[in-house]
């Protein structure tokens, strides 16, 4: 049984290169436009006597704030998808170090 070498050469590498949303940004930005939302539906109306301007606010912040997070989501992970269909392959090479780095950790080195 003949011994192959089917490890790869660690000089040279190839990568996906692309540009993916990150999620949590989304998500707060979500949030922050549906709290928008439900200050504009709260207290841009008349004021209905039987409800306090304060609990309206609160029940659609509750409701606009959810579906913001959850619109918004989706939105990062179409734009999620979209990246990966543009992905780049790209080949990167091991470049060998020929400057000590400085620094406070290296200092008793030389």
């Known amino acids: 049984m003949a011994s192959e070498d089917t490890t790869p050469n660690s000089a040279r590498r190839e990568i996906t290169v692309r540009r993916a949303p990150k999620f949590v940004p989304f998500m707060i930005l979500g949030a922050v436009v549906g709290a928008i939302v439900a200050a504009i539906i709260a207290y841009g109306r008349?004021?209905?006597?039987?409800?306090?301007?304060?609990?309206?606010?609160?029940f659609f912040l509750i409701v606009c704030a959810g579906g913001g997070v959850i619109l918004f989501s989706i939105l990062a992970l179409v734009l999620d998808r979209i990246s990966v269909k543009r992905s780049k392959r790209a080949v990167v090479e091991a470049v060998?170090?020929?400057?000590?780095?400085q620094g406070p950790e290296n200092d008793d080195v030389r």
Do not use: W
Request: charged fraction near 20%; avoid cysteine.
């Open 46 to 58: 008349q004021a209905d006597p039987a409800f306090d301007a304060g609990t309206v606010f609160g």
């Open 96 to 101: 060998p170090d020929s400057v000590p780095d």
